[in-house]
């Protein structure tokens, strides 16, 4: 797991709340048991305040589980952004795992099918968010996904 803060200011000047993002990948994430682990880590940011990003890879070995079914059926010329859309049925698996643990632990969430725009913002993001010489507008942006979300709480 990985976290990292930002704080900031909205555009009235006024303070955002923190911004938390935490990555859960494989090694956190090896099985289904790992879930209410991960939503209890996500709870005790939550109680500080902080709004929670939780990026979550797939299962360990489930990528490797699908490109490999990739390789089966498409062979040498599956096209690339075939295989990359497969190989996210992992992380899409994952995050409504996620999302599920989250509720039974009393939170809501959004996962990524219901916060529009989070492919672009995930893909953009190649360095880390504090890097970032926008890390400010960035950390706008994902809090209006956040007040959006919670606007129109469908998840």
Not at 45 to 58: F, I, L, N, W
Not at 97 to 122: E, I, N, Q, Y
Not at 128 to 133: E, K, N, R, T
Request: glycine share 8%; net charge neutral; proline share 4%.
């Amino acid at each position: 797991m990985t976290p990292q803060g930002l704080d900031g200011a909205d555009e009235a000047g006024g303070e955002l709340p923190r911004l938390c993002v935490l990555k859960f990948g494989s090694s956190v994430l090896e099985r289904e048991e790992d879930y209410p682990k991960v939503a209890l880590e996500i709870y005790r940011h939550v109680r500080q305040g902080e709004k929670v990003v939780a990026v979550v890879s797939a299962l360990a070995g489930q990528t490797d589980a699908l490109l490999t079914q990739a390789q089966r059926v498409g062979g040498d010329v599956a096209p690339d952004a075939l295989v990359a859309r497969l190989s996210r049925v992992g992380e899409l698996h994952s995050a409504a795992l996620m999302a599920l643990a989250l509720s039974k632990a009393g939170l809501r969430s959004c996962t990524p099918a219901a916060v529009a725009g989070c492919d672009d913002f995930c893909t953009r993001q190649r360095r880390p968010v504090s890097a970032s010489s926008s890390a400010v507008d960035d950390q706008r942006r994902v809090h209006g996904r956040f007040q959006s979300c919670e606007a129109n709480w469908r998840c």
